[in-house]
């Protein structure tokens, strides 16, 4: 899948050997003019160094010209050295590109507590400045990787008006995803024009609708970051209300692709569950219902082994926490009604279910009753590869 990068941007990858040598694993893309920038970041009170600079240069000024990301190594839990570390990465780029230091967006991925190799990092920076222009969209989600079975990358490009809008972003994460964010990494790149308080408002509602409604284990890291960069250079402008609409639209099917593809990927996974509750009293009680039966290590388990194990999901829903009557709670496995009026359905759902559990999207329904309320959410199942991954991750 070939994406376009979008107009005055480049990128730029190579391997420091900071965990395997001869791997990608330091990335920068670059714009040409000062864009407008945006960041979403972890909620967890143990927030990683570059999380840390990156919001405050968010907060300090509306724009950036650079995003730098590491794998291998979190700078997490690393104290004032680590943040002194990762200013100084910044410094190096900012002396062999002509950047102010404030301008590049720092991010990192890797195993917490460790301090950054800053003598593989000195020597990385000459080449992957050398190295600008020289890699695609494709180069660039492989160098972020870090568990990921592959690299995740999406895009759009749209007319508006006598113009070509593009849109490009990557995204790392397979493990320890759960909002908010979903763990991980992500950059959106764009080369519309579009005022900074427009683009910073944009992906808070973005990131609800897509990267928040995914998860693989319910861990929330020290690292998740989004940044988006919009520079301009395509000319087209984005003027009024109707054109920021559409503008938000893209963003986020590019996001929703790059959601999925997470959910796809999560360690040791082999089913997408698409877990959707109807009928609540309100829409955050759809929510609450849909994560618990998403992070039931019993209903995971279950689809992993391709059983319809309606037992697991209605003990679920009855324990989420929220108001429903029993007597209401209908639950549907890939259009197969499997349990009505508190007991299951007569149907053979085994046999009507052997060919559907086999392929990697499962459809979950569960309708609690006629409320307004609606969630869907991306899930994993859970295999034996999973523990094996997260069992030998820092060994």
Known sequence: MKIVIPQGFTLAVTSAGFKTPGKTDLALAVSDVPAAAAGVFTRNQFKAAPVQ???????ERDQA???LINTGQANACTGAEGLA?????QEMVAVVTGLAPSEILPASTGVIGAQLRMDAWQQAIPRLVENMGGADIEDFASAIMTTDAFPKYAGEQFRMGAGMVSIAAVAKGAGMICPNMATMLSVVLCDAAVDSASWRELFPRAVAATFNRATVDGDTSTNDTLYALANGVSGVQ???EDDFAVLEAAVTRVLAKLAYMLVQDGEGATKVLHIRVSGADCAGDAEQCARTVGHSQLVKTAMYGRDAN???IVAAVGRCGVPFNPADLVVNVCGVELFKREQPTTLDFDSLLSEALAQRDINIDISLGDGPGVYTLLASDLSHEYVS??????S
Request: hydrophobic share 35%.
């Open 53 to 59: 600079i990156g919001q405050h240069i968010l907060h």
């Open 65 to 67: 010209r650079a995003v």
């Open 85 to 89: 570390n990762c200013r100084l990465t």
């Open 238 to 240: 984005i003027q009024n």
């Open 310 to 312: 309606w037992g697991r």
């Open 389 to 394: 991954i997260n069992a030998d991750y820092r």
